[in-house]
């Protein structure tokens, strides 16, 4: 593991594999090194590239200098970009973004202010805007604020649509502790979703992919399209999957031509 400092003094822990152009792997919701996807898609991207992997702020052995979740969707939203282009500077000033789910809204807000940032290849950003995406921001917010994580949890994971027996079933799991460790980054997510404003991203201009799994919603199948509608130029792949999620023996070729072909 080896540390980069964001711009606010935040701490944000990584890991470096393989050898080659640089990508930089970004979670969604709920996730981090060793709690995830991008580990096993690492895997089978080192063979190629330099795969960077980070524990987004408030996750994992990761920081945060606030200290807590903040009301100010836009000033969280800014600190996430940050730690971003510190990886980014860290990798050599170029590299190669891949963002799952909330983490690909990171990567489009990233590519506004980040010049290194040189491709994006995005899987299933979830709705962005609206108000049901600042509801929740709010709702999160006060939760966490009051010191109830479990409840904050509960709101997220019945939000993005797990049925409620799931949601019951998940209170005496394993890894609820790590959950509720975690809960004020489920207002840096939302705050990313609520932020977000599809309008903003006719300016950006890195080459971009957009891919679903052929297996999730619609509701995620009209959030992809909608991205890869308003990105110009952007290629849109649907993938054999199960819900939000492809393996990376499926995926990891697809980023790897898609990367490989504007190293």
Same mark, same amino acid.
């Given at each position: 593991?080896?540390?980069? *400092?964001?711009?606010?003094?935040? @701490?944000?822990?990584?890991? @470096?594999?393989?050898?080659?152009?640089?990508?930089?792997?970004?979670?969604?919701?709920?996730?981090?090194? +060793?709690?995830?996807?991008?580990?096993?898609?690492?895997?089978?991207?080192?063979?190629?590239?330099?795969?960077?992997?980070?524990?987004?702020?408030?996750?994992?052995?990761?920081?945060?200098?606030?200290?807590?979740?903040?009301?100010?969707?836009?000033?969280?939203?800014?600190?996430?970009?940050?730690?971003?282009?510190?990886?980014?500077?860290?990798? +050599?000033?170029?590299?190669?973004?891949?963002?799952?789910?909330?983490?690909?809204?990171?990567?489009?807000?990233?590519?506004?202010?980040?010049?290194?940032?040189?491709?994006?290849?995005?899987?299933?950003?979830?709705?962005?805007?609206?108000?049901?995406?600042?509801?929740?921001?709010? %709702?999160?917010?006060?939760?966490? %604020?009051?010191?109830? @994580?479990?409840?904050?949890?509960?709101?997220?994971?019945?939000?993005?649509?797990? $049925? !409620?027996?799931?949601?019951?079933?998940?209170?005496?799991?394993?890894?609820?502790?790590?959950?509720?460790?975690?809960? $004020?980054?489920?207002?840096?997510?939302?705050?990313?979703?609520?932020?977000?404003?599809?309008?903003?991203?006719?300016?950006?201009?890195?080459?971009?992919?957009?891919?679903?799994?052929?297996?999730? $919603?619609?509701?995620?199948?009209?959030? *992809?399209?909608?991205?890869?509608?308003?990105? $110009?130029?952007? %290629?849109? %792949?649907?993938? !054999?999957?199960?819900?939000?999620?492809?393996?990376?023996?499926?995926?990891? !070729?697809?980023?790897?031509?898609?990367? +490989?072909?504007?190293?």
């Amino acid at each position: 593991m080896s540390t980069v *400092t964001s711009r606010d003094g935040t @701490r944000i822990a990584f890991d @470096r594999a393989g050898e080659g152009p640089a990508i930089i792997l970004v979670d969604g919701a709920m996730c981090y090194r +060793g709690a995830g996807p991008a580990d096993a898609l690492a895997a089978e991207l080192a063979g190629a590239f330099t795969v960077h992997t980070y524990d987004r702020r408030g996750r994992g052995e990761s920081g945060d200098a606030t200290g807590e979740a903040t009301g100010d969707s836009v000033s969280s939203v800014e600190r996430e970009v940050d730690d971003l282009a510190a990886l980014v500077e860290q990798a +050599g000033g170029r590299a190669f973004v891949f963002g799952h789910s909330s983490g690909a809204v990171l990567a489009l807000e990233a590519s506004l202010r980040e010049p290194g940032i040189a491709g994006l290849a995005l899987f299933e950003p979830p709705p962005v805007g609206g108000g049901s995406e600042a509801e929740l921001f709010k %709702r999160l917010d006060e939760l966490v %604020r009051a010191g109830r @994580r479990g409840e904050a949890v509960e709101a997220f994971q019945t939000a993005i649509g797990l $049925p !409620p027996e799931m949601v019951a079933g998940m209170r005496e799991s394993p890894f609820r502790a790590a959950l509720e460790a975690i809960a $004020p980054t489920l207002v840096y997510d939302t705050a990313l979703t609520s932020a977000a404003d599809l309008g903003r991203y006719a300016a950006v201009s890195v080459p971009a992919i957009l891919i679903d799994s052929l297996a999730s $919603p619609e509701l995620l199948h009209a959030s *992809t399209r909608a991205v890869a509608e308003a990105v $110009p130029g952007a %290629r849109r %792949r649907s993938l !054999p999957g199960g819900f939000h999620d492809v393996e990376a023996g499926v995926l990891a !070729p697809v980023l790897g031509e898609f990367f +490989g072909e504007r190293a």
